[in-house]
């Protein structure tokens, strides 16, 4: 989904309502998870419309809250369980060379030294040590992204990747 003259990044999804003043449990693909809420206004998806509203929230345990503009009960807040949440890609901030965000990433084709594909980016795994690339093609891979070492070389113009591995791994 895109907007008509930008570019929108999911960041999550409302899980169901929190309470009765119409706080929102929100699942959150930012991380850390608890950085979805600071960037305000999200593009909320409600049913074929986007709609454009100030957020605030925090973390509480394991949970995101948020307050979005306008949904001041707990039914505005149910009717919202499920609804996509988007921002703009200018909101993000500014990556240094060498950093990539996901969203980046995600779509792009990835081929070996020799020019074989590979497969496309379908979704990124965080494990903890590397960050894990999800490739589907003739099957699906997984190949950690370990800049230099593994990724050689991202193209983000051309939505190409050129990594280290060999396509009978």
């Not at 807040?77 to 240094?96: D, H, V």
């Not at 990539?100 to 792009?108: Q, V």
């Amino acid at each position: 989904m895109s907007g008509a003259d930008e570019e929108l990044i999911c960041v999550g999804h409302v899980l169901g309502a929190h309470g009765i003043k119409g706080w929102l449990r929100v699942y959150s693909n930012t991380s850390p998870r608890e950085n979805v809420v600071a960037y305000s206004p999200w593009r909320v998806e409600v049913g074929d419309e986007l709609k454009t509203l100030a957020v605030s929230g925090r973390a509480q345990g394991k949970n995101i809250l948020a307050r979005l503009e306008g949904i001041d009960d707990r039914d505005q807040a149910e009717a919202l369980t499920g609804c996509k949440l988007y921002i703009s890609q200018r909101q993000l901030p500014r990556l240094e060379a060498g950093e990539y965000y996901w969203s980046d990433l995600i779509g792009m084709r990835v081929e070996s030294l020799a020019a074989e594909p590979l497969g496309t980016i379908e979704s990124m795994l965080e494990t903890g040590a590397d960050d894990v690339m999800v490739l589907q093609g003739d099957r699906e891979r997984l190949i950690p992204f370990v800049i230099d070492d593994i990724v050689r070389e991202v193209d983000v113009e051309g939505r190409r990747l050129v990594v280290d591995w060999s396509p009978d791994y």
